[in-house]
């Protein structure tokens, strides 16, 4: 079967850190995708973690473990306009989202 | 075009009706994906195309639904007998070569909002 689970609602203050998890189980695995979704928007694409390992882009980063079937997301320096619902997805030869982490950020 | 694009971006319709949901891809894309997400959930995959044909269409729910691409382009959703449950946001995504194991990003559209009374 297919399972993406990631928390439901995470809060945080502006400034913070936030750490967003991800654990999967899918029959075939190529590499996790985050996006992140604004309300009523199109999700708009974070990154991909394929290898083993933590990837840094800006204030966000990426980490997987393909032995665990875990990933997380995370995001520093927190800004209001981070407030949005995040994707985690797992590449299956097609996307098997998650139901999505909604952040809120408070001043 | 600079994105994807979806066609209407709201569509209220009656029970029991036909509907047809448009998306254009980014120009020179050859992989596109239908999705649709209803509130508080991920998108939720409903099939995938490789240039003209359907390279997979599990997620379908039904043989209600059915879309087509026929010029490796601009594909079109269509929905049959429309129930309330088909109510959901569906979403377009196209991608450079739609190939596995590497990075090819989805491009996503804005959505279409079905609403079925």
């Known amino acids: 079967g297919q399972n993406i689970d990631q928390p439901t609602e995470m809060t945080a203050t502006e400034g913070a850190i936030v750490q967003i998890n991800c654990t999967y189980q899918?029959?075939?695995?190529?590499?996790l995708f985050w996006y992140q979704q604004h309300a009523g928007e199109a999700p708009t694409f974070l990154s991909y973690?394929?290898?083993?390992g933590l990837e840094e882009k800006g204030r966000f980063s990426s980490f997987l473990s393909r032995s665990k079937g875990y990933s997380y997301l995370l995001l520093k320096e927190l800004q209001m306009k981070d407030s949005a619902s995040y994707l985690c997805?797992?590449?299956?030869?097609?996307?098997?989202f998650g139901t999505g982490t909604r952040l809120q950020v408070f001043p | 075009g600079a994105g994807v694009s979806q066609t209407p971006s709201n569509k209220v319709t009656e029970k029991g009706k036909y509907v047809e949901l448009r998306c254009d891809p980014i120009?020179?894309?050859?992989?596109l994906y239908w999705y649709r997400q209803s509130l508080g959930q991920g998108p939720e995959f409903l099939i995938y195309?490789?240039?003209?044909?359907?390279?997979?269409d599990s997620g379908l729910p039904n043989d209600r639904f059915f879309a087509v691409r026929p010029e490796g382009s601009v594909s079109t959703l269509k929905i049959q007998r429309t129930e309330r449950g088909d109510s959901a946001v569906y979403l377009c995504?196209?991608?450079?070569?739609?190939?596995?194991?590497?990075?090819?990003?989805?491009?996503f559209g804005p959505g279409t909002r079905l609403t079925v009374l």
């Open positions: 995504a196209s991608s450079l070569t739609g190939t596995s194991g590497g990075v090819d990003e989805q491009f």
């Open positions: 899918t029959s075939g695995f190529n590499g």
């Open positions: 973690n394929v290898l083993d």
């Open positions: 997805a797992a590449n299956t030869d097609k996307l098997i």
């Open positions: 120009s020179g894309h050859t992989a």
């Open positions: 195309f490789q240039g003209t044909g359907a390279a997979d």
